[in-house]
């Protein structure tokens, strides 16, 4: 008899766990399968209040991390910092370190970090903890984990901005950690950001576009408050004292107008910030201004594509070949989901009749840049990629400035020398300055196994 229960409750408990787990893969892999579409195109660009901003490329990680102290260093009113990754390592403490004086000193901080990032990276942190218990600090957690609404938990924020006062943001792709800012890591991401100067304080177009989007997403309900608990005097303040004697030049006062060039017209472009299957209506903004230029470069980490995706760099190079895409190659990239779906996908991707540089350089790069013509330059957070478009808050800003964009150029044409490039029809160039890597039996074996393993789940990636 007892035997009989015992075999009945363990019967009942795989039940359970069954529905468990058909609950969970039911609400992770489903919703994301259904693509909207746009509904209402975008207006484009408006020139409104250009004439108030200056701009700066931001392309070297040290550099990137002494302008964030810079912007900090001399906010009096209002920080804002929004991230998808922040981590308790070197530079992340460089920008605790600073953002706890600037509250200290009356500067009133708010912070919003991905929920999953923020649970994983964060929650274990005496350091961000002494950070978010100060009275003028309010840390925000985008959508955390819910198991209750699990098929929101695909929906991520992507976003990576920093706003200092009414008077400058740096806005792009680098999340707050050691792969991205300073020179603590000997591999690291190459990537990019843009930092926008008001010369007129607030009143510039982008700026106030950024401000609008940030309120936005910090009073959704999905935006959960960190708890404000921790030591309120510990390494945070010593560490401050570091910084400054460690980086002098981040705490001088910088010469904004010699720092930065003046655009014709900033735009800010941004996705649904919803926790739910997006509108790709920032993808649909980047394709207009593809699609009025004849000479377009994408430059990102890896492509993961969609069939409408597809159709759209199809329809790009309907008329003739104008679109050249620089990714990682296989044997560099850094993301092991991108590199197996363009093996994947390799011969899809050459049917749109795009070229392809598969950058093998020192380190991987993590850019997400387009180049349409000789005076459109498109920088921020978003990847070629179904998640990115469909799934994620991503932000982009589309500059008109021709100074810009034949910088930029340069600079990519310089990383295109360590590429191989590979025309549509499967022909390959390589460049003055590539040099192929020794094959990774183990990678090799690797990437074999996970080809077939993310067939069913390439729309979350």
């Known amino acids: 008899m007892e035997e009989t229960k015992k075999k009945k409750g363990l019967l009942y408990v795989r039940r359970i766990l069954l529905l468990l787990l058909f609950y969970v893969v039911i609400s992770l892999v489903v919703p994301p399968l259904f693509h909207k579409s746009v509904t209402e195109k975008t207006s484009g660009r408006d020139a409104e209040g250009t004439a108030q901003e200056r701009i700066l490329s931001i392309d070297n990680n040290m550099d990137a991390l002494l302008w964030r102290l810079r912007l900090i260093e001399q906010a009096q009113e209002s920080i804002v910092l929004v991230t998808f990754d922040f981590r308790d390592d070197n530079s992340g403490r460089d920008i605790m370190a600073a953002l706890l004086h600037a509250a200290d000193r009356g500067v009133q901080v708010r912070v919003i970090v991905d929920g999953i990032n923020g649970a994983l990276r964060l929650s274990g942190s005496e350091n961000f903890r002494e950070l978010a218990s100060h009275e003028r600090v309010e840390v925000k957690l985008y959508n955390p984990v819910n198991p209750v609404k699990l098929w929101e938990t695909n929906y991520r924020m992507h976003d990576k901005y920093l706003i200092a006062d009414d008077f400058a943001y740096i806005?792009?792709?680098?999340?707050?950690?050691?792969?991205?800012?300073?020179?603590?890591?000997?591999?690291?991401?190459?990537?990019?950001?843009?930092?926008?100067?008001?010369?007129?304080?607030?009143?510039?177009?982008?700026?106030?576009?950024?401000?609008?989007?940030?309120?936005?997403?910090?009073?959704?309900?999905?935006?959960?408050?960190?708890?404000?608990?921790?030591?309120?005097?510990?390494?945070?303040?010593?560490?401050?004292?570091?910084?400054?004697?460690?980086?002098?030049?981040?705490?001088?006062?910088?010469?904004?107008?010699?720092?930065?060039?003046?655009?014709?017209?900033?735009?800010?472009?941004?996705?649904?910030?919803?926790?739910?299957?997006?509108?790709?209506?920032?993808?649909?903004?980047?394709?207009?201004?593809?699609?009025?230029?004849?000479?377009?470069?994408?430059?990102?980490?890896?492509?993961?594509?969609?069939?409408?995706?597809?159709?759209?760099?199809?329809?790009?190079?309907?008329?003739?070949?104008?679109?050249?895409v620089m990714i990682n190659a296989v044997e560099k990239g850094s993301n092991p989901f991108g590199c197996t779906d363009y093996l994947n996908e390799k011969k899809n991707v050459q049917k749109t009749g795009s070229s392809i540089y598969e950058y093998l350089g020192d380190q991987a790069l993590h850019t997400k840049t387009i180049l349409a013509g000789k005076n459109i330059s498109i920088v921020g957070s978003c990847n070629l990629d179904m998640r990115s478009i469909y799934l994620d808050t991503e932000m982009m800003l589309i500059i008109d400035s021709p100074e810009l964009n034949e910088m930029l150029r340069s600079q990519i044409e310089e990383l295109a020398k360590k590429s191989r490039k590979v025309l549509p029809g499967g022909a390959v160039i390589d460049g003055a300055d590539y040099k192929a890597a020794k094959p990774d039996a183990k990678k090799k074996i690797f990437y074999g196994i996970l080809r077939v393993v993310i067939i069913p789940f390439r729309h979350l990636l």
């Open 171 to 324: 806005l792009g792709g680098r999340n707050t950690d050691d792969l991205f800012l300073g020179n603590y890591a000997k591999s690291y991401n190459e990537d990019r950001d843009i930092l926008v100067y008001e010369t007129e304080p607030g009143k510039g177009g982008s700026y106030q576009q950024l401000w609008e989007y940030f309120e936005r997403i910090w009073t959704l309900p999905c935006c959960e408050l960190f708890e404000r608990e921790g030591d309120t005097g510990g390494y945070l303040d010593k560490h401050y004292q570091e910084l400054k004697e460690k980086y002098p030049a981040a705490f001088a006062t910088p010469d904004w107008e010699e720092a930065a060039i003046e655009p014709e017209s900033i735009e800010l472009c941004t996705n649904p910030i919803e926790p739910e299957n997006k509108e790709p209506v920032l993808w649909g903004r980047m394709v207009e201004e593809m699609e009025r230029k004849d000479d377009v470069l994408i430059q990102t980490p890896y492509i993961i594509c969609s069939k409408e995706m597809y159709q759209d760099l199809t329809g790009l190079n309907a008329d003739h070949p104008k679109v050249e």
